[in-house]
């Protein structure tokens, strides 16, 4: 189902599309590809919506720096130095995070209306991201579908071909917010890696990956989160063809426990330690799959490039239960 959400400034109609399965309702916008809301039930029975949005278009419009649900690109995570070589070409992009790029620039693929199309229990957005568009080279040609299966599990699955060679790297930035309190949740997290990528005062990656072994950062056998991650996680398991499950987020009062399978290599866990209005800090916990941040800068990272004649394909499963 969809209907009209809200109209931007220059008249371009912003619509809303409901997805619903097995007790699970989820909400997209076709401006910025949003996960609006999410409403799953908790232990007792009880619904409530358990990512951070906007009732209208206006509160998007007023506060989008923390990219709340959005489809995050060209480039998600950060890119040192805002450029990067590719070939013989050296790319310049917008310090929109002073001095490096965040998140793909300040019109990035968040601030973009699609195209959305019904599919079977779902919704395909798509667009064409032009030559130069903030500063990346080559046509770009992009689609996003979103899908409830049987389970009530949400599918995101990215696909994308470029007429020249340039880099891509798609996440969903959705703050879970699993009591559904709008505050501080009782949070226990498990995710399967064994690393980090060890980055400098800018949140820059060094190149060095660093053992979480006796460190704050050791979630393999789950265990309380707090305050104070923004970091990417290795994922053990790598880039893997089919999503395999590498997360698990269990809020303690509710029930509600979220987990996420992927196909990519790694994960940012961030705590919102710096979330403004309306929210708060620390009011939600966003889990961002995707590959490693200025990975165009490490050729020691698994690829972000993408060449003509290739496809970019990439899908994240959250599941939704409680116990």
Known sequence: MSELFGTLPDGTE??????????VRVRVLSYGGIVQSVEVPDLDGRTADVVLGFETLDGY???PEPFFGALVGRYA?????????????????????????????SRGFDKRVWDARPVEHGVRLSRVSPH????????????ATYTLDAAGALH???????????????????YFDLGGTRGAGEYELWLAASRITAVDA?????????DVEDTRFDFRSGREVGPGYDHNYVLDKG???APVEVAELHERVSGRVLTIATTEPGIQVYTADHLGE????????????????????????????????????????????AR
Do not use: K
């Open 77 to 105: 995570n950060r890119i040192g130095g805002a450029r990067f070589a590719l070939g013989e070409n050296v790319y310049a992009l917008e310090p929109n995070d002073a001095p490096n790029s965040l998140h793909g620039g």
């Open 61 to 63: 419009l007023t506060h």
């Open 14 to 23: 912003v619509h809303r599309w409901t997805l619903e399965r097995n007790g």
């Open 202 to 210: 800018g949140l820059i990656p060094t190149g060095a990956l660093e």
């Open 239 to 241: 880039v893997t063809d």
């Open 278 to 321: 309306p929210f708060g800090p620390n009011a939600a916990i966003a889990l961002e799959t995707q590959h490693f941040p200025d990975s165009p800068n490490h050729p020691e990272f698994p690829s972000t490039v993408l060449v003509p004649g290739e496809e970019f394909r990439s899908e994240t499963v959250y599941g939704f239960s």
């Open 132 to 143: 130069g568009e903030e500063g990346f080279p080559g046509t770009l040609e992009v689609t």
């Open 156 to 174: 995101i699955a990215y696909r994308a071909v470029t007429d020249a060679p340039t880099v891509v790297n798609f996440t969903n930035h959705s």
